[in-house]
């Protein structure tokens, strides 16, 4: 019988290098959960599944306009589309963000704001209050758009970096996100015109 060190590297390069796009609604995800439950049932475990509707999402390129310069930024998983101009205010920490009006405008958020990425707003497990109201703050903003300037020393240090902060096909404001290095060249334009 092989390590539990080998089994594990087995199903840690089954899991994360074959199978390459394990969101929820992906063939990717199904593959994923056929292969754990295999594995469960392999070694005498007895299952229950749960079905649910899950929709799958493809994105393209975004890209950010100032002035004259294009910003190549990251969609975020199941964001909405747009092609939309307004008023870039940055934001930095939840006081700034409940007395901003985003009205038309594009956020840009960062610092406290972008540490960890915020729980899906319809996910029942696991959804602290602090998501919950960073959410609902994002929702009734008025913004037409969302920047995220991803905090380098978030709760994902050490790991995929930048990683969505939204990650929600149920938010109702497109988003993207961008790694704080290139992120903060944002920050002179605050104020200006974007798309």
């Known amino acids: ?54 929709f799958d999402w493809n994105a393209e390129n975004a890209t950010l306009e100032i002035d004259d310069t294009n910003l190549e930024v990251n969609i975020s998983p199941y964001s909405l589309g747009c092609d939309v101009k307004g008023e870039l205010i940055i934001v930095s920490s939840i006081d700034e963000l409940e007395k901003v009006d985003g009205s038309g405008n594009i956020l840009c958020l960062r610092d406290e704001l972008t540490k960890e990425s ?21 929702e009734n903003s008025g913004a037409k758009a969302i920047v995220f300037i991803v905090n380098e020393k978030g709760v994902h240090e050490g790991g995929e970096y930048p990683f969505p902060i939204i990650e929600d096909g149920d938010f109702n404001i497109p988003s993207v996100f961008i790694e704080e290095q290139k992120g903060n060249d944002l920050l002179k334009y605050d104020g200006h015109e974007v798309r």
């Open 1 to 54: 019988m092989a390590s539990d060190k080998t089994q594990a590297n087995k199903h840690m390069s089954k899991l994360c290098m074959e199978i390459d796009n394990r969101c929820v609604g992906s063939s990717g995800n199904r593959i994923a959960s056929n292969y754990f439950k295999d594995q469960l049932v392999e070694n005498g475990w007895e299952i229950e599944s749960q079905q649910f509707e899950a």
């Open 118 to 138: 915020l729980m899906p707003k319809s996910f029942v497990f696991y959804n602290p209050d602090h998501h919950k109201t960073l959410v609902s703050l994002l």
